[in-house]
């Protein structure tokens, strides 16, 4: 289970024993005991158990409710050494293909405005991963973003064990070539969070989907924690179990 925030927000952490940990979110009055899964298949119960999930299916989307901790995990991933890069970023719905992919972007020189050929994020991590180093880029809310026009043609790279060629001009590319070979996609690693319960953003599409391993992080109830815990582990001032 993951550790406690530190600095950030006021947890209380109990550890029940190896296996399971409750937090106590102090500021808010809400517990919240995690449970994370694959679906259907694989209980991970930390998160080296994540880390090794990544590493073995490359590409991940963690799906759950606000609160259930999406988010946390990737902090406590960088305290690990298993990945040599990380890069932490948010979809919204104004995210564009040019700043995730790459294309041409406002700069400033020499105290004038241009416009320049930009590497985006996911090929800044390509060539990071060229360097026979792992890497792991996280993306936060993937599904407030359009999708389709956000990934584009990227997308016949994932999970291609013999990727083609892709044109993209205009991201600083040399011959506007993206050559990517099974090393390459060895080194990269991808982890998606996704609100559960938004109903305003548009569902991942099939071709996504097909790329993707799901997880899903859940909170537990107070009955499901009883049955895990004995009771002097429940603090008798504080009753925010649902």
Request: charged share 25%; glycine share 6%.
């Amino acid at each position: 289970m993951p550790s406690s925030h530190t600095g950030i927000l006021p947890w209380k952490r109990i550890q029940m024993n190896n296996d399971w940990e409750i937090l106590f979110d102090l500021r808010f009055g809400v517990c919240h005991f995690y449970i994370i899964y694959q679906l259907a298949t694989t209980v991970i119960e930390s998160v080296d158990d994540l880390i090794e999930l990544t590493i073995a299916n490359k590409f991940l989307i963690l799906e759950g409710v606000p609160g259930t901790g999406k988010t946390h995990f990737f902090k406590e991933i960088i305290k690990k050494d298993a990945f040599k890069h990380t890069h932490f970023l948010t979809f919204h719905p104004s995210t564009e293909y040019t700043s995730f992919v790459g294309g041409i972007q406002p700069s400033v020189k020499n105290n004038k405005l241009v416009f320049l050929p930009t590497k985006g994020h996911f090929l800044r991590m390509i060539d990071a991963a060229a360097k026979k180093e792992k890497v792991l880029l996280w993306i936060d809310e993937i599904n407030r973003a359009n999708i389709p026009r956000v990934f584009g043609d990227i997308i016949s790279i994932l999970g291609n064990s013999n990727p083609p060629e892709l044109k993209i001009s205009g991201a600083g590319l040399k011959d506007e070539i993206l050559q990517v070979d099974k090393n390459i996609l060895d080194n990269l690693h991808i982890i998606g969070t996704l609100n559960t319960s938004d109903k305003s953003v548009t569902p991942l599409d099939s071709a996504l989907r097909r790329r993707f391993s799901f997880v899903r992080v859940e909170n537990i109830s107070k009955t499901e924690a009883k049955e895990k815990m004995p009771d002097k582990y429940f603090e008798k001032d504080i009753d925010c179990f649902y």
